[in-house]
């Protein structure tokens, strides 16, 4: 993975499906890790309560040491759209703050807090996934990181792979979204973070991009954070 393109701050965007709040969650507990002496935190930036996914791996990001922000209502009925009230002073707060955000809500809530994340100089990376309909090919991806970019205020910084059908996953979904993510980042103007994939599922996927002559350091190792929708 670039870790070269991860910032302090860095926003996590995409379309609805794709996993990127598995991601977020997975990419605040890998920072953490990396450096445990510096406070991490997650903001949950999906505004619509049924969809607040970091709220479930509340305990795991505690148990990593990363504290997740959350809104009052999350995975409760209480159906109230709403941002964490600390997401404002997370963004400027020392350490690393990672912010999940959802969908077209999410992105004009984002763009609440443009000038401030701009300031900061954050990252917006753009998570794809070429087994979600409305991403399948690189030209939606593309309108997708442009409806998401007006509504927000912000460009994407760069793209992750994360090309999955969940427990179903064979290494060659992972292989064959590959040429699909290159296209992605050419089409979106974006560099290429990592392509991610799940160790519980494909414990053999290192071995396999070593054999097939590609670099397993582009790979970003997850666990199965959040409950899946699809």
Known sequence: MNEGLIRPCTVVVGHYGSGKTNFAVNLALSVKRR??????????????????????????????????????????????????????????????????????????????????????????????????????TPEGA????????????????ALVNNSNLGAETGAEDVLSSLEYARECSALC????????????????LPRVFREAGLDEGELFPMEQATRQLF
């Open 35 to 136: 450096h445990p002496e510096a406070p991490a935190r997650i903001a949950d930036l999906d505004t619509v309560n049924p969809y607040f996914r970091t709220a479930d791996a509340a305990e795991l990001l505690r148990a990593g040491g990363v504290e997740p922000l959350l809104p009052e209502f999350a995975n409760s009925n209480v159906d109230i759209p709403m941002v964490p009230s600390a997401l404002r002073a997370a963004i400027r707060a020392p350490g690393f703050t990672a912010v999940d955000v959802g969908g077209d809500d999410g992105a004009v809530a984002l763009g609440m807090f443009r000038s401030e994340l701009t300031a900061a100089g954050a990252a917006v990376l753009f998570v794809v996934n070429r087994f979600r309909p409305l991403i399948a």
């Open 142 to 157: 593309r309108d997708c990181m442009e409806e998401i970019a007006e509504a927000s205020g912000l460009k994407p910084t």
């Open 189 to 204: 103007g974006l560099p290429l973070l990592c392509h991610c994939y799940m160790p519980a599922v494909l414990p053999d």
